[in-house]
């Protein structure tokens, strides 16, 4: 079945899932136990496979993406669709896009699909489409903003840490511990994740609940959720005791949480982030928790991607020694998400196979050779 | 100001919190900072040593309290009001409840009076007043158990110490990641804390909120909230992904999640414990974490207290090397609760100094020779 052109089939697809592979087994008493629910690994394929190849297709798999011989850039040439996870992404560059000639179709196993050169895109093969699962892993996310708002403010890692020290020293534990209630909490955009993260924290009584967003929510909405819109980003900020990031990464977005607009944030506040680690400069955050300026940053996204051994956010601390909630990209890929993103895989590639192009229009994030979304590039 | 006895004043009191001492200093550019929101400390005293010798009072503060020979054991002795934390208590036992011949009352600064016998406390002197401020760390504690299960259901522990180790993969943390949503959660008892839980976990779209009490909620509150008593403990843990513990300790309830329990509670779920370390058996819960039956525990409590270095449940992991997210004693003790028990902690002395003894009445544990609440010692 393996194949690297479409001799054997009408098609020639690619899982692609590096960052996400095996061996998937814990180990306990009777052995290798395989873990099967893992679906967007380069072993279980989405669990895919054999839906594919019983309607005469190929599926190629590998994790080999870097560098001018890898699998990747050798069978892009043939590829018809390119399916790619979002945590560890084969990057589309406008360079291999170019030397794509089949390829129609590009979808994201998940949320996210800035790995690819959406402008190029728009030109190759007069149009290629690219589609993501929308809504497959906001509620994941969601709830790892919340979590990770928790674990900031109430000052779980050094707690815990300590525990497995052997140590006991609650002074220490609790000297920089909060509660979330009677704090100001805002979202930078307030789509699909920022929405349920907001909905989420109504109950906390926070002082307040703001959010920035160019498109208000409606006062229904509002006053169900209980926030407050404030039009000017600096100055929420200026108000904001834990800040949540939760819009996509465009040219705009891009080195947004740089040293000037940290500056601007209240002294000793969180900062969580689990869009896109491009919207902050690494630098700029990680001097800002050593200066205490920033209290914590939190989050599952970096840039780049894998976060090399030696990125500074892996190892930023406050000056009490905390305040790094840190983790690989993973918020979006729980296995419930994973079960939820390769249905909605199958449900893209069946609308493609069968010709009928039946695509959900929230998925679609470029299409005919134009933005399909508001998301991305045309708000430059 | 310092002295044994009643010589300089109407009264002696004692602060006394061992377990959150100092130096309570963050080291940072400029040197030590101290944290004077670190009002439950022998240093800062709940910051009531002015007022209190403002108006003639001793005030004596230790951390002395092991052993015969210790501070707590010579002072007792002529102590009218001793006022204590419950995070590293001084316990008042019998025997030490027989030396205390000038004893009325007994606070506790924070919420949980087990470290009083009770029995005892009802027959000393006439029978002295054992108060707490209740309601103080309410907020504080069902926030840490909020986390606490996003902490254990999302797998966050194992993910923050691959980053902080230099790691990178994320199939090995997803594969024990899950989503709340869709999750059974139940709250063993629903008092002041376990009602807030639910009502913090209500937007999680869980697939049901249950709980065990034997005081129902009123049926406008279940439907607020939109939870379901189950009237079987092990009925309603049979059902659950999630539990917490929310009752107090006393004796129906101490060694009540043992081997026995634990099996009965559905496997790969999580258990968590903010109430009281003794309301579990500490090796059950370990082994039951080793072989899998329990996905992850988490919580701040701990028997005995401070944990031994060799504690079992300091380092006790699922079979994927996760499921642990304890830390010490500590969800009760943010700085915010601490500025709500210090107020109410001079509420309670003022109304003892005043001679109003106009105390809110659900701050009374024992008074007047009996109990004042349903949550300790009549419901054996």
């Known amino acids: 079945m393996r194949s690297g052109g479409q001799e054997t089939g009408r098609h020639l697809f690619w899982v692609w899932s590096a960052g ?8 306990e008493k009777r052995g290798v136990v395989l873990v099967p629910e893992l679906l967007g690994t380069t072993e279980n394929e989405l669990g895919i496979r054999k839906w594919l190849e019983d309607q005469g297709h190929t599926l190629v798999t590998t994790s080999s993406k870097e560098g001018e011989d890898s699998v990747f850039d050798k069978e892009l040439v043939d590829a018809e669709i390119i399916i790619t996870t979002p945590f560890h992404p084969g990057y589309l ?3 291999r896009l170019a030397k794509a000639k089949n390829l129609k179709l590009a ?7 800035d790995h690819v050169d959406l402008n190029a895109a728009n030109k190759t093969n007069g149009g290629i489409t690219v589609a993501e699962v929308t809504g497959s892993n906001v509620v994941s996310v969601a709830e790892h903003v919340v979590m990770t708002i928790l674990v900031l403010v109430r000052n779980f890692v050094p707690a815990h840490e300590m525990i497995e020290q052997g140590r006991w020293d609650v002074a220490e534990a609790a000297k920089n511990e909060f509660d979330l209630e009677g704090k100001v909490v805002g979202t930078v955009a307030v789509g699909r994740i920022g929405e349920r993260v907001l909905r989420r924290l109504a109950p906390f009584d926070c002082k307040e609940l703001l959010y920035y967003d160019y498109q208000p929510l409606s006062p229904e909405k509002e006053k169900e959720i209980g926030c407050r819109r404030v039009e000017d980003l600096e100055e929420m900020l200026a108000q904001c005791d834990v800040v949540t990031i939760n819009c996509p990464l465009h040219e705009k977005t891009r080195g947004l949480f740089n040293k000037d607009l940290i500056a601007k944030m209240k002294p000793g506040s969180w900062l969580v982030n689990t869009a896109r680690g491009a919207i902050v400069v690494k630098e700029d955050v990680a001097e800002a928790l050593k200066s205490g300026h920033l209290r914590g940053y939190g989050g599952d ?3 780049p991607q894998p976060a090399p051994k030696e990125h500074p956010l892996r190892y930023a601390k406050n000056p009490f020694g905390g305040g790094n909630a840190m983790v690989p990209h993973m918020s979006g890929t729980s296995l419930d998400a994973q079960k939820r993103y390769a249905d909605g895989v199958k449900s893209i590639l069946d609308s493609y196979l069968s010709g009928r192009f039946d695509y959900r229009p929230q998925d679609l994030i470029v299409h005919g050779g134009d933005y399909a979304t508001k998301a991305y590039g045309q708000r430059k």
Do not use: C, N
């Not at 996400?20 to 180990?27: A, D, K, Q, S, T």
């Not at 979808?107 to 699909?113: D, L, M, R």
């Open 107 to 113: 979808v994201t196993a998940g949320i996210g699909s």
């Open 20 to 27: 996400i592979r095996g061996p998937l087994g814990m180990v």
């Open 93 to 95: 560059t406008a360079e």
């Open 301 to 303: 996204v970096w840039f």
